[in-house]
């Protein structure tokens, strides 16, 4: 472009625009929105009413499901686990998909420190997995023997113990599998005394 002489050369304007219509991506080891206020050290939920929300297998093939007890996991160990089943397949064609989000402000005072003076300052961001709770998923052309053995690693590196789960298998209501004669009404229904209890029951002075 020529500039004449007493010529201003005005700045360019960007060949792409500055807007976007479609959704930025978001990290699922960082919430959606700051805090707003600092978050209490809780409990992850317990499905007492009989749910059996997030034990199945979604969208893709295969899973990797808590089975001990549920607990914090760090935002750290999330990662560390998705990067090792990353690793391990390497040069395949898959599509991972991850069931939780680390939406939980863990805030630490420091060591040596005297009670009071407030929660703390921010450490790091963790989320609450309950137990038989989803936290992976795999879909892609790859064998079953080499997810399993993707998610066994995975699970080494996760704290808890962890089991390797498929499309179509059965919800789990707490800790217990549906199926094979196992029933949701079958829980929900009031425990069947055993024989001593009733026979217990039957003698005077014991109620």
């Known amino acids: 472009m020529l500039i004449l002489p007493g010529q201003i050369q005005l700045p360019l304007r960007p060949s792409s625009r500055t807007f976007t219509s479609t959704t930025r991506t978001l990290s699922w080891l960082l ?34 499901r808590m089975r001990d007890h549920d607990r914090r996991v760090s935002a750290a160990q999330l990662k560390n686990g998705e990067d090792t089943i990353r690793k391990r397949l390497r040069g395949m064609k898959y ?50 023997k080499v997810a399993r053995e993707a998610f066994r ?24 599998k549906l199926g094979d004669g196992v029933t949701m009404d079958d829980l929900k229904r009031p425990r069947r005394k055993l024989p001593g209890e009733v026979t217990a029951d039957r003698l005077p002075g014991t109620s």
């Open 95 to 144: 599509r991972l998909y991850m069931r939780i989000c680390a939406n939980i402000g863990v805030y630490t005072s420091g060591n040596e420190s005297r009670m009071g003076k407030g929660k703390g300052s921010f450490d790091y961001w963790a989320s609450r997995v309950a137990v038989s709770k989803i936290i992976f998923e795999l879909k892609g052309d790859i064998h079953e």
């Open 31 to 64: 919430p959606k929105q700051a805090e707003a206020k600092k978050t209490r050290k809780g409990r992850p939920r317990v499905p007492t009413g009989g749910s059996t929300r997030g034990t199945t297998v979604v969208w893709g093939d295969y899973g990797l």
């Open 153 to 176: 690693l995975a699970g080494n590196k996760l704290p808890g113990l962890y089991e390797f789960v498929k499309r179509g298998d059965g919800p789990v209501m707490g800790i217990t």
